[in-house]
């Protein structure tokens, strides 16, 4: 047996692709050919697609979900939906995009991106990043198993009791969401520590914390904020079953419960989720539109603690979904007071959005039209959410289509438009072809205008009077025409989707040839060609600037970035562990193969949780245990893995 | 400048002509001293929403278009790092001004909170309202219990008078709008809560159920009628009469199938049983519309109604009934006598 290696220098060296190096690194890092491969992989860029092509499939299903329901409300008192299949429809286009695709696609650009941006070869726990994939598509696929057979979820995406209680909902509707979400939350919760680990951990040496990019700082952010919001969400949906299932009465108030407890702990989640979902979205724009204006962001330190900011801000403003539940009222104001003070980071953004575009030399592409596009729906969407944040004035605003009008500009304008616009930005670079420009930009004005159009009137339908979540509508109070305009809009701005889908699909294929850095960005992704090897980088990078790639040009101090020349890593795989602040080099860390483990680890908890839906306890109980063999192979220590140090 | 033509400037043109006509559920212009603080609070940060909206549009358009030219096409300009100065003065300067108005807001805001949370006058009057799936059931209290009584759907107020509402649900959340008097109030089972209205002038007001409530939360309205104090006093006399004896035969044998079909859910006082988990229809024909504000009260609907709720209304709790057509009329017939 081979003498452990626990002490090793680094050999600091040029490499290329094509080298000796990178081949000897091409048969390290490369996975098993065919469907095994498939299944065992633990690339963080196949993952990441993975996560987006899943994150897209699920946003056209919502999408369908949405167009049935605006043909049912195009026109008054029609009945081409069941009450029934209506309220099935928007709770499950709620929870669709909400949970299947507006986090995971964000969690796909990080996982993709971020060991690119960091300088590595992996995210810190390449395992557990395959088994978050794995478990967010089969809890995807388990929230939708009883919609086939019209029990879906159908109260709603935050789902009020006592309507989800057994007593007023005895179907297995309710069954569904809330063990699916306990399901989900797994995911989401290792895999935002597989986020907050890489970045500690993995940044390439030189790559001190305040020379991240903005995307970093937004995912990190939103990672930690999952690991505190998540709990209260998965406690909720397990205490709601336990209601239905096992008779506790944690939400019955006939029984001493309390329903209100129940929003209390979906809104301690709920909101800082909404923040979840966007800030890695506006660190697309941060980083991207800087790019596209030819100049480093204005105000990098500003914006990175606004980001972290209102993520803070964000746990303490719950209770503005409750304003109208009979709270005391100076319990309300200090909620409005702290939910407008959301605006103060909000602002530094927009205003540092706004200073790179006038101090810089804009490039009309199409991600630099969806990115400046986001800022004015980001606008849009934060003032009417101001407007919310006032008590009273929410009094008369809540519940009507003007939320409805509110949340879709911030998740639709805020997650939408960036995530698209990041694709046409990041596409050259996951599969070294373009996109088409011109095609591109139309795509971006049919989309911007049937955004609008579909959008903007809800706000009027709320001023109105129109409550949200109804089926049908009288004719005599003024709804009809607003309502028609939003469903042509809804049209117009699905066929946008489509067209943006044909084009990533058509560029596949017959796109321009990319080059490793078509836009000349700045930032280490583009340093590597196009795709990117399996191993991401010959020789690890060593950072000296938050501009690596820039740095000649920008007279950014003395110090020169080490791209090409680095730190050679080649025996078995292996990457470079760093210190928190400074990214001083400290371990070598062993990084683990492909595997099946992740895969068979997320199979066993879904069966855990479907046979607890169909009351099958020994099945539940076999699984489990199947759960905890897999995780104790997965875990067993190897010292193939040992770190090593430098 | 007239806040409506801001509004109507930007596009929002549908907005006056649904102010009128028929009650409406439009609260840019409201009618009484619980809501009208938040309506001209709402107006004022809905016109600075705009202008920001707006003027957030100019700086990107101006910031876009102000170097286009010099820019050759499909050539990437070399990146520079120009002065950061410069840049930061955007972030202090707009940052900045956002936080003077965004105080100013807040206190607004407060002081408006605090202005309608209660009545400046006393409240002499209580109406119980409990919020059912879906309908409203509605007891006016009175010291004299003589005077208390039950009845449904369509709140009658006097005019320029506080009313006190307490709130409860038998069933699962609702909440309580009436948006051209008050905000919003959740019905939420296990507590009551309270909210409170005054109608400044005599009209019909429609409200809604707006918490979703399962698949007849669209069908779950309301009417606030204000009207005179003597109208009012005119209209609770007749609310807590008894209904009278049928006097034709038709009727009569109606009054037999309503005991029979109905009265074990539905309350009308002098007829048993007496249920309770439909409307009281002692008056129903003193009430504008049927089935929680969805049809119109005319001997059609009704029958219809009677006939057929789940084609209606499907997913109530009022099952078809299989009435023959005799019998169907001769329900009706009752039912035309409760005035």
Known sequence: MATIETHRTPVIARAADGSATSQKLQRTWDGKPGLGGWLSTVDHKEIGKR????????????????????????????????????????????????????LPVLSGFSNYL??????????????????????????????????????????????????????????????????????????????????????????APGMSLNRVPILVWGTVTASVGNLFAVPAVSLAFFL?????????????????????????????FGHPWVYAIVLPAMGIVSDGLPVLCRRPLVGYTAVALSTVTTMVLGFGVWVHHMFATGLPILSLSYFSAASMTIVIPSAVAVFAWIATIWTGRPVFTTAFLFFTGFVLLFVIGGVSGFMTAAVPVDWQLTRTYFVVAHLHYVIIGINVFPVVGGIYFWFPKATGRLMNEAFGKWTFWVMFIGFNVAFFPMHILGLLGMPRRTYTYADNLGWGTPNLIVTIGAFVFGLGIMLFLVNAFVSLRHGRPAGPNPWDASSLEWSTSSPPPVYNFAVIPMVASRYPLWENRLDDGPDRSSVGTGL?????????????????????????????????????????????LLHSWWGAGIAAVATFLGSVGWLWPRRALAQIET | MNPRVVLASSGLMMLPSALQGEPSMAYQRTFGPAVDPITRLGWGLGIISLSVIVIIGALLLGGIFRKRSTIPAAELPQPTARDDAGGMAWIYIGTGTTVLILIGCVVWTLLVTAAVAEPAGAREMTVEVTASQWWWSLRYDNQNPGQIFNTANEIHIPVGRPVRFELSSADVIHSFWVPQLAGKMDVIPGQTNVAWMQADKAGVYRGQCAAFCGPQHAHMALLVVAETPEAFAAWREGQVTESVMPATDEAHHGQLIFETHCAPCHTIRGVTPAGIRGPDLTHLMTRRTLAAGLLPNTPENLTGWIASPQFFKPGAHMPDHILSGPELIAVAAYLHTLN
Not at chain 1, 52 to 64: E, H, R
Not at chain 1, 168 to 197: E, H, K, Q, R, W
Not at chain 1, 246 to 268: C, E, I, N, V, Y
Request: glycine share 8%.
């Open chain 1, 51 to 102: 996560y987006i092509v899943t994150a897209f499939i699920f946003l056209l299903i919502g999408g369908l979900e949405a167009l049935a329901m605006r043909v049912q409300l195009a026109r008054p008192n029609q009945t081409l939906l069941t009450p029934e299949q209506y309220n099935q429809l928007f709770t499950m286009h709620g929870v669709t995009m909400i949970f299947l695709y507006a």
């Open chain 1, 114 to 203: 971020w060991p690119l941006l960091l300088g590595s070869r992996d995210m810190a726990f390449p395992r557990l990043n395959a088994l978050s994939y794995w478990v967010f598509l089969f809890a995807g696929i388990f929230l939708y198993c009883s919609f086939p057979l019209g029990k879906a979820p159908n109260d709603g995406w935050f789902n009020y009791v006592p309507y989800a209680s057994l007593a007023y909902n005895p179907g297995p509707n309710i069954d569904v969401y809330a063990l699916g979400m306990v399901l989900l939350g797994i995911s989401t919760t290792v895999g935002s520590i597989n986020f907050v680990v890489t970045l500690a951990r993995t940044r």
């Open chain 1, 240 to 268: 709601l079953w336990m209601d239905r299932q096992a008779g506790a009465h944690f939400f019955d108030s006939t029984a001493g419960g309390q329903p209100l407890l129940w929003q209390h702990l979906f809104w301690m």
């Open chain 1, 568 to 612: 050679v890593l080649d025996k078995e795989r292996e990457t470079i562990g760093t210190s928190v602040l400074d990214a001083e080099p400290d371990v070598i860390l062993k990084m683990p193969g492909d595997s099946y483990l992740p895969l068979l680890v997320a199979v066993a908890m879904t069966a855990v949780f479907t046979c607890m």
